[in-house]
């Protein structure tokens, strides 16, 4: 229901298998062969899920694109363990945003291991009750465990910074062996797990907090792992590249800690490009090497005085726009983001659009529609009562993403005319 694209691609880790257009009911079929059994994902843009497939399941899906993770739902043969795995997603999505759940980071650290091994202890026992009542595969089980062990262990590595920042503490916790003891069940060559989410999730904070807690030990320069970007980056890329045998693995570690780095330094400076060819050196995989050139690329096309990218929109009357000529000749105009999948965010931004409005009369504030559906788009404009002539569609989420380095939905850019005054601006802090 809802559908934001007219394809459902479906990939085996980040390799491509087959894609399908809905039909006129919003229905799509795959027929697979002599599949590999494993980890899938299913990609309906901007949005993917994961589903583990066989030889001989016969899968029916049904969601809505409103409520993606929500309201997925499989039936039929090898339904059984996908709908575990996404009962499994959405409970740590609950307890992620549960202020109980939160309030735990409060607690000393084997209070705090109490209180999530607990947490664990419910879901692994959920698992023992589902697979008395299923036939499961070894392979099956261990993809199991994990989607419930690697979230646990996201909240451990998680403590010690929101442990300090929840109490106020001037330094980190000191913790003992036994709190990390999870750390001897971690995986660091599982080609099964290697694109799965809560694992890689893990894997982005584990070496994070490996690299700068050995930083703050044994690095001369006083919180140099805080105050100096490429010094920090530079520690992960050599932690990952000494530990992490398993080729996907590495390669996509490597991908995340370049994204991170020139994300945060936002620059295009000689340190930055020590910095990539430095990954270059490390990846084996050309399409994030390409991806990287092009955010690169993206970042200094968004310094001050650049010329805006000729992103293609869609007005209210469908009708194609160029964001060169929807830009204020003679006002700033400040250039926001916003999704229907986040309606909490929507609502929000909506109310914080009409205060700044108020107190910058002198600007244009341009909203573009992310991730949504034409048809919805429109009926919110509506709703919402927002004025049409500042709202548009962008159709093509992928380039507008990329070109405007939108990295989080409450970046904006502002620009004078058609040049760049702020590419990396914060709705909330920047005006």
Not at 410 to 424: A, P, R
């Amino acid at each position: 229901m809802n559908p934001t694209s007219d394809y459902v691609v479906l990939y085996h880790n980040d390799t491509y298998v087959d894609s399908v257009k809905l039909d006129a009911n919003n229905h799509f079929s795959f027929n697979l062969e002599g599949i590999e059994e494993g980890l899938y994902h299913f990609d309906h843009s901007p949005e993917l899920q994961y589903i583990y497939l066989k030889e001989g399941d016969s899968l029916l899906a049904r969601l809505n694109t409103v409520e993606f993770d929500e309201t997925l739902v499989f039936s039929g043969k090898g339904s059984e363990i996908n709908n575990f795995m996404i009962e499994m997603y959405l409970a740590h999505e609950t307890e992620e945003e549960n202020p109980i759940v939160q309030s735990y980071y409060l607690l000393d650290p084997e209070d705090f291991s109490k209180k999530i091994d607990s947490l664990r202890s419910i879901k692994i026992n959920h698992l023992k009750d589902f697979a008395r009542d299923n036939e499961l595969s070894d392979r099956v089980m261990a993809m199991a465990e994990a989607s419930i062990d690697y979230n646990t262990y996201i909240s451990k590595e998680k403590y010690p910074f929101y442990h300090k920042k929840k109490t106020g503490e001037d330094t980190f916790h000191e913790l003992d062996d036994s709190f990390y003891a999870y750390r001897k069940n971690i995986d660091l060559s599982s080609r099964d797990l290697t694109y799965y989410r809560p694992y890689f999730n893990f894997m982005k904070l584990h070496f994070g907090n490996l690299s700068y807690m050995t930083c703050l030990e044994n690095c001369p320069t006083e919180k140099k792992a805080v105050s100096d970007h490429l010094h920090f980056n530079k520690h992960k890329l050599a932690m990952v590249d000494s530990l992490v045998k398993e080729v996907g693995l590495r390669d996509i570690l490597f991908r995340n800690i370049a994204i991170d780095y020139l994300l945060k330094e936002r620059n295009t400076n000689e340190e930055c490009q020590v910095f990539i060819d430095k990954f270059r050196s490390l990846s084996s995989n050309e399409a994030h090497k390409e991806e990287i050139t092009h955010l690169f690329n993206a970042i200094r096309n968004l310094q001050p005085n650049s010329r805006i990218p000729d992103l293609t929109l869609r007005g209210v009357d469908n009708n194609v726009v160029h964001l060169k000529d929807v830009v204020d000749k003679k006002k700033n105009t400040v250039i926001y983001f916003w999704t229907a999948s986040q309606k909490r965010h929507f609502r929000n931004i909506s109310q914080h659009i009409n205060t700044l409005q108020k107190k910058y009369p002198d600007h244009n504030f341009v909203g573009i529609n992310l991730k949504t559906s034409y048809p919805q788009w429109k009926l919110l404009l509506e709703e919402y009562g927002l004025e049409t002539d500042n709202q548009f569609y962008g159709e093509n989420f992928k380039e507008i993403q990329t070109s405007m380095v939108v990295d989080g939905l409450n970046k904006c850019v502002i620009t004078k005319d058609t040049l760049v005054v702020d590419g990396f601006a914060n709705l909330y802090t920047s005006l």
